[in-house]
């Protein structure tokens, strides 16, 4: 259809025709009709044949002024179609009218019956506009408009603003309504309305509104008064006005002019009153919604506020309520707080807290209502002020106390209240803490002080404070600083501690040092520690003065020696007591008989303070036999004399009794008197103290001074004043001497006593008050005689009065009247009311229960037999068995292992018989009270010592006199030794009932874990531990048996360690000597401790004591406790026996030595017999220590030497000491095998003038009356100075508890075989020598490690050298191998130095026992260099090759660069040939193309064959070189076969000889190993280790270098030199180097032919054709190849070379992940993990394989520990991601650097920059990279940026590749095999036991010992007997202690002794069992697999010992653990 209707319009409003424009029109073709074919109508969119008319809208007013239709109704008109461009007219020109609505029959001008082409249209009048158009709501946003509805048919358009909205006819009726939204607030708008009919709009009727204006904002009440509210708002605008609306009122408010927010204040308000403002904004008269807001006015303030209470803290505040609707706010320091209105009527109070004391505050208070705050009101007001901080008592004085307190500030003074008096303090000037004194106070009571701070008249709370004035007691204990131990009492343990003043010299500085300084002094038995002196600077040093001076003492402030005796012993414990009156006594002081308390007006009678005194003497009865009398000094029934003062006496009694007690050649003063220092000091607390000496005889009669040993007591004080100590004396005294001055007529205190004494009144002639009528009436009174009555003339002096004195004395002695024991005199205490010390409930308890065991005992022998049965024989002879269990001297021929099999069963049975004896009732009564709390048990220790002494002393003293006689005639040996049994069994003491303790505890130990009789004795040790820990000794070797119940002491030690915490450490102190040489003693002076001493109680065996060290000498000496070994005297036997080692005394001096870090070695010069003989013992001693280890020092002690010269003098006898000292060393040295030490000095540090101490005699005169020397005091203290100071100087760190256990476990089991030097384990040392190895391992690793990555890398340099990526400056290779090889030696002479470093730091060190393995220093130093030439000569090697193959390869490069270059010439030139021809080429025909290219150009290249080399002639020149040293016979022997018919058979070793042959024949017979087997193993292990080096080499590839036959005949060499036991001969060697050389040469030369074949350059150039021709196509089509060239570029380049680099790495990474772990940290964890892999395994090829193929089975156990660990792949991916993100990062950098580093555009020299970057880390494949290069014409910036693309895929790529790779398969591609590493680390030099095949663990390569923890049935390796071929059960390392022999090839099958095994294998070092379970293991499984065993060397099976069969596999993997030293 060519014409369509376009639109329909009225031409003019005056014309009455339509016209119809049909026009063309440029649109897209119309649509065709389905029904006719025809196009549809363009407008309807209908198909035309659809479509007949069209409806056309016209205007109402058009229609209704030319038709005359009523508005808003429709007629229909008839239009005739038309043609383009024509116009239809209609012909009728009257007007219609209305008839019968039919608009067809009005307007007929046209019919469509006569005009087919007419169209019909319809038009509508125009409706007619709404009436009623008004708003009817305004608001800020919107308008509602209201107008009349017209019909139900005629719609709405409501136009403004440019917009309009239809409106819909409402359905209901009435007016219309509508609100315009989203309007403008407070503005004005037109509206026009519409009415609209058929879309026909009328005319419009508009009218105007304005919206609401917007309510203003932020209507604030902005303040208040009580009367008025101000409001404040924002303005709206400048139009906008106001009505503000309140309390039914309205304010018109114009707008001002000014900019900002608008005020309106309200006044004329009421206070504290609501109101609700709103406020309209006004626009156009019309106003906003309105906003509302409610403010109220201020409240008024409130009346009254006033302050009510003031605190310190806090201020109570009042005011008065104003109304029930008003709160409070509380205004002070910027903080307020909100306080409701309380319901009560009142004033309100408030309390304001958290304040600050005594500070003045300001408070306002305002009235709130509704949030509304009145103006305020305003206080001030303080708080009371703080108390005084530390309001202490500082002095305390009898009259006055001392108050002390902190200043609280400048402004505070103070109030002080007490006794209801108040003092005010004012403040004052100075800092710091205030003190004030108040005074005039009775002494001894208690005040209560308060302390009130004041501040502005406010006083502080207070402090109160109560306060005792001083007893004269407790001031005296203050001003000697033992106030603290008057409740808490002083112990022993406390006094022996040591700390800085035990080596402290200085003196006391001031009164509180006193006591110490005697403590000291005394615990010493220096007889100078009374001597007080004092260097405080109030003491002057000018000793003139003036006249008026002479009389003023200077001793007022001094201390009397008295007072301090007193408050020592009012301050110390029962047993300090024992230890003071102990040391005193032995001094020869005077001790406390009674004690007095000044506090309590009481004394003490000191009966369990002297119950240790001990005294000998010889009375006049026994002076012919020279016997003595030995007793308790309590117990002793001796007459008392006693001199007592009545009233003040010009007479020194005190004076008087020391010169009365001392003879004309010695005066001691046994009392303090006025002459002595500070003895004129005045006595504050030590009046009333009664004193107690001794005078025993000695039995001579021109010294004794009395025949018969008397008691003498002298009381302190005036009798008068001290009655009770008076009558005391009285009736138990023999005779009172009472000295006088002045007598009372009456003297009612003298005669009102019950005198059981003698009264002698010792009176003073010269004393003015002494009158002969007083004297008279007294002596009358009290019945005296003119005998009783002494007075000192004016003409006798003080030698005669005393001389008289004595006679007196002597008068009394004589009558033998009033004897009494001082045990006795208790019961005279308790009749007086005397306390007595010993009657505490725990004493009396203790004495009880120790009376109760030694009251049955009568015959000490039977008793041992009945109550302690399990000591004794049973004990002696398993102390026999034990021994001969280690030695094994009665063997015989028999069974080694049935022997000691028996010897186990005989020590079972003989715990059987200990276990079937009950408990005795003594031993139970024992155990009991040692389990008592608190110190009960230690007096019950006490008296049982003392009882158990007092039993045995007489007995024994008898024996020993024999002992002692038989001794000096050394031919009564029998009889010597009969008395030794007696005494041993005669001697009863507490260490025997601790003996039968541990003998019970380790009976019960063989009983099963479940049994009740175990169990309830497990608590024993502990109970022991507890003794040791509070200073008793501990038997630590039993001298009757000689021998160590060793898991007793053990177990002792174990819970004592537990006692004190772990790591506790401990140093050792130890003494050595000849019997009776004051050993002993020596210890208690030095020490202050209690070993035994008395005659009847030497010392046997060895005891041990702990004594603590104080927290200020831990840091010096590095220890918490020295441990004080006192050991019995060594009776050597005769010089001539030099060569016994394995008597007694050698065992314990070894012993002793092996646990000290200080030995002292009592020396008795006058002797020198017995110096030789303890020389040799102690040298002996010294030498095996030296040997194992262990470095004690020593100190040699010369007692009984007084001269002061005596070191000088004795200059000679020194060096006479160390002759014989070498001497000893040599002969100590013969024996034990160790001839290397020449002198003394070779075993031990040693100087003759500083090892040397000279000691004075003990005793200053003759006892038993002679005090200790002062000079063998103070040398012992010297020596004792000198020992702590060297042990705080020691090298080596102190051992804890556990170490020293251990030392005693291993020594005594080491001193019990004969050989102690090769029979020596300790888990010490197997401890510090795993460490050693761990340590040496890591180094060594770290070594090699570094070593490996430095080579890989130099391998890369050389094989990127001469490509792209070469770094080198050298332009040679040669010259740059001579450069890396320099580089080398440089990084390995490093990293030797570092290695020899550590290991230097690592001795150096204190910690980790390294002392203890100082003997291998050399070996690892060694080791270190010998690792140093052993890589050197590896990377030398490495280079070597690595510069060889790229030399080989060099040269193929060049022939395929040049071939890639000419092919690429030909394709640039085919595709500039293709590209000129016209048409497009399709891919076929371009590879048509190629194809005959590439052939013609390979027709035009020369491919000449590779040469290949004969790697025959290299291998054959090398061996032949190798073999040249050897001599000409090798060259002939060589020259005999030639090298390409070696290697192809298996090697066998013929015998030479007939008779080798035959032996070889029997051998086989037998299933023996004989030479030829062993030749025929070596070089199956040589052969081995080639074939596994072929195979790693074959693994990389590579081309062959002469390197690796060089390393293999390496390997050859160094085998053949580390078996140098296994003889061969050069015809074996060249054999054997033929067979290995030949099989090497070819498997060499197929790797070698494989390597040219792989690299022959057609070969190369065919497998890249298909990428040229892709390449060829890509560049033809010009398409781009970035991204394509990159993926090449990484995937054959990149990628290859990532993967090698980290195959090159995770081989170390590996290694160094499994030396983590513990099992291969070293060789012994590693040998103890395999054979309890074993063990858990239960499988016997197992243990076949691992005896008869070691080294392959551990390689496999190796690898499996790798695959397992690995197994996870969590570790190896971690690593492989590792090496990956490091390369990824390389070559990331490496192209940011080509980018930014090369301006050039072209690819190849981006490219070659890349390599170059890459150069020291990744291998480029150079063929690939040639590859690459050709036709590559990708853009740079495209391919870089494609580039790091691809690299990231490539990382993603190879990750999963690792995931999905199988691990074994990664092993494999490792350049470093890490099971091969680990296997050269972990099985070392892989020598075997010669007897058992057991492997060496000895660490480090240069080790020169072999030695394994633990060795096997020789039957497990194949051993039989001759006779009847069965396995043989025993075990080397009991055959080596054993006097059997053995014969081997090595022996030339000669018998030899196996105790000589080091003269045939001086290599290893087989140390006997540590004990029978030790072999536990192998037991185990020998008897488990006897029977295989058997078959499998076609023997017979072994007779395996019964125990063996009952060994379970619980011991045995225990008997693993103990012998691998695994915790």
């Known amino acids: 259809m060519e014409d369509s209707v376009t639109t329909m319009e009225a031409i003019s409003d005056q014309d009455l025709y339509f016209e119809l424009y049909c026009e063309e029109v440029n649109e897209p073709p119309l649509p065709i009709c389905s029904t006719c074919g025809d196009f549809q109508h363009i407008i309807t969119g209908v198909p035309c044949c659809h479509v007949n008319t069209t409806l056309f809208n016209i205007r109402s007013e058009f229609v209704s002024q030319h038709l005359d239709t009523p508005a808003g109704e429709t007629k229909n008109y008839i239009v005739a179609s038309c043609s383009k461009g024509k116009n239809i007219q209609e012909t009728n020109t009257h007007s219609p009218k209305p008839s019968n609505g039919k608009p067809e029959e009005e307007m007929s001008c046209l019919n469509p019956e006569e005009n087919e082409d007419a169209v019909p249209c319809l038009a509508h009048t125009t409706p007619p506009n709404s009436d009623s158009f008004i708003p009817v709501e305004h608001h800020e946003n919107s308008i509602t408009l209201q107008w009349d509805k017209v019909n139900n048919n005629i719609s709405f358009v409501l136009g403004c603003n440019d917009t309009e909205t239809d409106i819909s006819v409402p359905d209901e009726d009435g007016p219309v309504t509508h609100t315009v939204s989203s309007l403008t607030a407070g503005t004005q708008y037109t509206f026009t309305l519409y009415s609209v009919f058929e879309n026909i709009r009328s005319s419009g009727v508009s009218i105007t509104a304005v919206t609401a204006p917007q309510n203003s904002e932020d209507l604030i009440s902005s303040g208040q008064t009580e009367s008025s509210i101000t409001l404040q708002w924002n303005k709206v605008n400048n139009k906008i006005s106001y009505i503000l609306q309140f309390n039914d009122t309205e304010t018109d408010i114009s707008v001002p002019d000014e900019d900002g927010p608008i005020t309106h204040t309200v006044s004329s308000l009421t206070a504290g009153t609501q109101y609700t403002f709103t406020l309209y904004s006004v626009f156009e008269n019309f106003r906003s919604s309105g906003v509302s807001i409610t403010a109220v006015t201020a409240p008024q303030n409130s009346d ?87 309001f202490i008592t500082v002095e305390y004085h009898e009259n006055s106390i001392t108050l002390q307190w902190d200043k609280v500030n400048n402004n505070i003074s103070y109030i002080l209240q007490f006794n209801d008096t108040e003092t005010d303090i004012s403040v004052p000037n100075e800092d710091g803490p205030i003190t004030h004194t108040v005074s005039s106070l009775t002494a001894g009571t208690q005040y209560t002080f308060t302390l009130y701070s004041v501040f502005e008249n406010v006083r502080s709370s207070g402090v109160s404070i109560t306060a005792d004035t001083e007893t004269h007691l407790e001031c005296l204990l203050k001003d000697l600083g033992l106030q603290q131990y008057y409740t808490k009492k002083l112990s022993l343990s406390k006094i022996l501690e040591i700390d800085k003043t035990t080596i402290n010299d200085e003196p006391a500085k001031s009164n509180s040092d006193f006591p110490w300084y005697f403590l000291k002094k005394l615990m010493m038995v220096n007889v100078a520690a009374r001597n007080m002196t004092c260097t405080s600077d109030c003491e002057s040093d000018d000793e003139t003065g003036n006249a008026e001076d002479l009389d003023s003492s200077n001793t007022d402030d001094m201390p009397n020696p008295l007072d301090i005796i007193t408050a020592l012993f009012l301050c110390s414990d029962g047993f300090l007591h024992q230890e003071m009156a102990l040391k005193m006594s032995t001094c020869q002081f005077s001790v406390p008989l009674l004690l007095p308390n000044c506090d309590t007006k009481q004394c003490t009678l000191m009966l369990w303070a002297m119950r240790d005194i001990v005294k000998k003497y010889r009375p006049p009865s026994l002076l012919e036999s020279k016997g003595f009398i030995e007793d308790r000094i309590v117990l002793s029934e001796l007459p008392m004399i006693s001199f007592v003062r009545l009233g003040e006496c010009s007479l020194s009694k005190s004076a ?112 003015k008050r002494c009158t002969l009528d007083a004297l008279k009436k007294v002596e009358t009174n009290l019945h005296l005689t003119k005998n009783n009555i002494i007075i000192r003339k004016k003409q006798r002096n003080d030698a005669d009065f005393v001389k008289y004195l004595r006679q007196k004395v002597r008068n009394v002695i004589k009558e033998k009247k009033g004897k009494m024991t001082i045990e006795q005199m208790a019961d005279v205490a308790h009749d007086l009311g005397i306390l007595v010390d010993e ?82 009732t003594a031993m139970t009564c024992f155990i009991n009270a040692i389990s008592s709390p608190g110190t009960e048990r230690f007096y019950f220790l006490k008296w049982m010592r003392m009882n158990l002494d007092n039993l045995s002393r007489i007995k024994l003293s008898e024996l020993q006199e024999k002992y002692k006689e038989k001794c000096n005639n050394s031919e009564n040996k029998e009889e010597i030794k009969e008395i030794d049994r007696q005494i041993s069994n005669s001697s009863l003491g507490t260490e025997h009932f601790f003996r039968e303790m541990g003998q019970i505890y380790e009976a019960s130990l063989s009983l099963s874990q479940t049994d009740p009789a175990r169990q309830q004795l497990q608590h024993l040790p502990k109970l022991c531990a507890e003794l040791l820990l509070d200073g008793f000794p501990l038997e630590l070797v039993d001298g009757d048996a000689s021998n160590i119940p060793l898991r007793w002491v053990s177990d002792v030690l174990s819970q004592l360690s537990d006692l004190v915490s772990p790591n506790r450490k401990i140093l050792v102190v130890t003494v050595l000597g000849v019997q009776s040489t004051g050993k002993s003693t020596l210890l208690n002076t030095m020490f202050g401790v209690q070993f035994a001493v008395s005659s009847g109680r030497c010392t046997r065996g060895a005891f041990m004591l702990l004594i603590k060290i104080n927290e200020d000498m831990k840091k010096v000496l590095n220890c918490d406790f020295m441990l004080i070994i006192d050991t019995e005297g060594l009776k050597s036997p005769e010089l001539a026996q030099l060569d016994n080692s394995y008597e007694h005394d050698n065992e314990l001096a070894t012993l002793v030595v092996g646990l000290s870090d200080i030995t002292i070695v009592n020396v008795a010069m006058e002797n020198s017999t ?13 030498l095996r220590m030296k040997e194992v280890g262990k470095k004690p020092k020593c100190q040699f002690v010369h007692q009984n030497v007084s001269d002061v010269s005596a070191h000088e003098k004795n200059l000679r006898d020194r060096k006479l000491l160390l002759e014989q000292l070498n001497e000893m060393t040599q002969a100590a040295a013969k024996m034990e095998k160790k001839e290397e030490n020449k002198s003394f000095t070779d075993v031990m540090e040693y100087s003759p003038d500083t090892g040397n101490w000279y000691i004075p005699g003990l005793w200053n005169g003759n006892p038993p009356m002679a005090p200790v020397s002062a000079g063998y005091s103070e040398a012992v203290y010297e020596l004792k100075k000198n020992i702590i100071q060297l042990l705080g100087n020691c090298e080596s760190s102190a051992n804890d508890i556990m170490d020293f256990k251990e030392w005693v476990t291993s020594l005594w089991t080491a001193v019990k075989h004969e050989n102690f030097i090769f029979s020596f384990r300790n888990s010490l040392v197997a401890d510090a020598y795993t460490r050693l190895c761990t340590e040496f391992n890591k180094w060594e690793w770290e070594f090699k490690k570094e070593m490996y990555t430095w080579v890989t890398t130099a391998e890369t340099r050389i094989s990127n050298f001469g490509t792209v990526a070469a770094k080198s400056e050298s332009s040679n290779l040669t010259e740059f191998l001579t450069c890396l090889k320099s580089e080398a030696s440089t990084v390995l002479s490093k990293w030797e130095t570092t290695l020899l470093e550590n290991l230097t730091q690592y001795f150096k060190q204190k910690e980790g026992h390294v002392y203890l393995v100082e003997g291998y220093r050399e070996e690892f130093s060694n080791c270190a260099k010998s690792l140093r030439k052993e890589i050197e000569r590896s990377v030398f090697n490495q280079l070597t090759a690595a510069k060889e193959i790229r030399e080989g390869k060099a040269e193929i490069d060049k022939i395929k660069e040049n071939h890639t270059k000419q092919i690429e010439g030909a394709v640039c030139a085919l595709i500039d040939k293709c590209r000129k021809k016209k048409a497009q080429m399709n891919d076929k025909e371009l590879e048509k193309e190629f194809d005959k290219m590439w052939n013609e150009t390979l027709e035009k290249l020369s491919f000449s064959r590779q040469k290949i080399t004969d790697v025959f002639t290299s291998v054959s020149h090398c061996l032949r070189i190798n073999l040249s040293y050897k001599g000409s016979h090798a060259c002939e022997l060589l020259s005999q076969r030639n090298l390409h018919d070696c290697g192809n058979e298996p090697f066998k070793y013929t015998a030479k000889g007939l008779y080798n042959q035959l032996k070889h024949k029997v051998s086989k017979l037998f299933n023996t190993e004989d030479h030829t087997m062993a030749v025929q193993k070596l070089a199956d292990s040589i052969i081995d280790a080639c074939t596994q080096f072929v195979r790693e080499k074959l693994k990389k590839k590579s081309n062959y270098s002469d390197t690796y036959i060089q390393e293999i005949l390496h390997i050859i060499d160094e085998k053949l030199q580390n078996y140098k036991d296994v003889q061969t001969d050069i015809k074996f060697e060249v054999s054997l180097k033929q067979h290995i050389c030949g099989f090497a040469a070819r498997e060499f030369q197929k790797m070698h032919e494989d390597f040219i074949q792989e690299n022959d350059p057609y070969i190369c150039l065919m497998k890249n054709k298909e990428k040229f021709c892709d390449d060829f196509i890509d560049v033809y089509h010009e398409r781009d190849q970035c991204q394509k060239k990159a993926e090449e570029f990484t995937n054959r380049c990149l990628k290859p070379a990532v993967v090698d680099f980290i195959n090159r790495f995770l081989g170390q990474d590996i290694t160094s992940e499994m030396l983590t772990r513990e099992q291969l940290s070293n060789r012994m964890s590693f040998q103890y993990s395999v054979l309890l892999d074993l063990l858990s395994k239960d499988d016997f090829k197992s243990y076949q394989r691992y005896i008869c193929s070691y080294e392959g089975h551990v390689k496999n156990a190796i690898l499996n520990k790798i695959l397992d660990h690995f197994s996870a792949a969590s570790t190896i991916s971690e690593f492989e991601h590792q090496h990956l993100q490091s390369c990824i990062r390389s070559i990331n950098d490496a192209i940011n650097k080509a980018k930014t580093g090369n301006t050039d555009s072209e690819l190849g020299t981006f490219v070659k920059d890349i390599c170059k970057e890459l150069g020291e880390k990744l291998v480029i494949s150079q063929d690939a990279l040639g590859t690459f290069m050709i036709l590559n014409n990708a853009d740079k910036e495209q391919f870089a940026r494609w580039l790091t693309e691809c690299v990231k895929d490539m990382a993603e790529d190879l990750k999963k590749e690792f995931q999905i790779l199988n691990f074994e398969t990664k092993l494999q591609c490792l350049h470093v095999q890490p099971e091969n590493e680990l296997f050269n680390k972990l099985v070392g030099c892989g020598k075997q036991c010669p007897f058992c095949k057991a492997p060496c663990e000895a660490g480090g390569g240069g080790h020169t010992e072999h030695f394994a923890s633990m060795h096997r049935p020789k039957g497990l390796g194949n051993c039989r007997w001759s006779g009847t071929k069965k396995l043989v059960t025993d075990i080397c390392s009991s055959s080596v202690v054993s006097n059997r022999h053995f014969q081997c090839c090595a022996t030339n099958y000669e018998w030899h002794p196996y105790k000589r095994y080091k003269e045939i294998y001086r290599d290893w070092k087989i140390p006997p069992d540590v004990s029978l379970e030790a072999s536990d293991h192998w037991k185990f499984i020998m008897a488990k697999y006897n029977n295989d065993f058997a078959k499998e060397y076609n023997a017979e099976p072994a007779d395996i010992p019964k125990p063996w069969t009952k060994i379970r596999k619980e011991q045995a993997e225990k008997s693993l653990k103990e012998s691998f030293n695994i915790k």
């Open 1170 to 1182: 017995e110096m030789k003989d303890i020389l040799q013992i102690v040298v002996h001693a010294f």
């Open 304 to 390: 009254s506020f006033i302050p009510v209470e003031h605190h310190e803290n806090s201020i109570t505040l009042q005011w008065d309520k104003v109304n029930n609707n008003i709160s409070f706010v509380l205004g002070c320091n910027d903080t307020e707080t909100d306080i409701s209105v309380p319901d009560e009527d009142g004033p309100v109070t408030h309390t304001v807290s958290s304040l600050t004391a005594g500070t003045q505050y300001t408070f306002t208070l305002y009235s709130v209502f509704e949030n509304v705050r009145s103006s305020g009101v305003s206080i001030t007001a303080v708080t009371a002020p703080p108390n005084a901080d530390s």
């Open 839 to 920: 009657d505490s409930p725990e004493c009396q308890t203790a004495k009880t229960h120790a009376e109760a065991i030694t009251a049955e005992i009568q015959d000490i022998l039977k008793y041992k037999e009945d109550h302690l049965p399990r000591q004794g024989e049973i004990w002696k002879e398993l102390t026999c068995l034990e021994k001969e269990e280690f030695r094994l001297r009665k063997v015989g021929s028999g069974n080694i292992e049935d022997y000691k099999s028996q010897l186990q069963e005989d020590r079972k049975e003989l715990r059987k018989r200990q276990n079937s004896y009950d408990m005795s």
């Open 656 to 767: 008087l009794l020391n010169k009365l007690l001392s003879n004309s050649q010695q005066y001691h003063d046994t009392f303090v008197h006025h002459n002595m220092e500070c003895g004129d000091s005045p006595r504050r607390i030590s009046n009333g103290l009664t004193e107690i000496t001794w005078y025993l005889p000695c039995g001579n009669t021109n010294i004794d001074i009395f025949s018969q040993p008397v008691a003498l007591a002298n009381l302190r004080g005036d009798i008068a004043s001290f009655e009770t100590q008076y009558s005391f004396l009285c009736q138990t005294s023999a005779a009172v001497f009472v000295f006088f001055d002045n007598l009372d007529s009456e003297c009612s205190l003298l005669t009102n006593q019950r005198h059981k004494a003698q009264i002698f009144l010792v009176g003073n002639s010269e004393s």
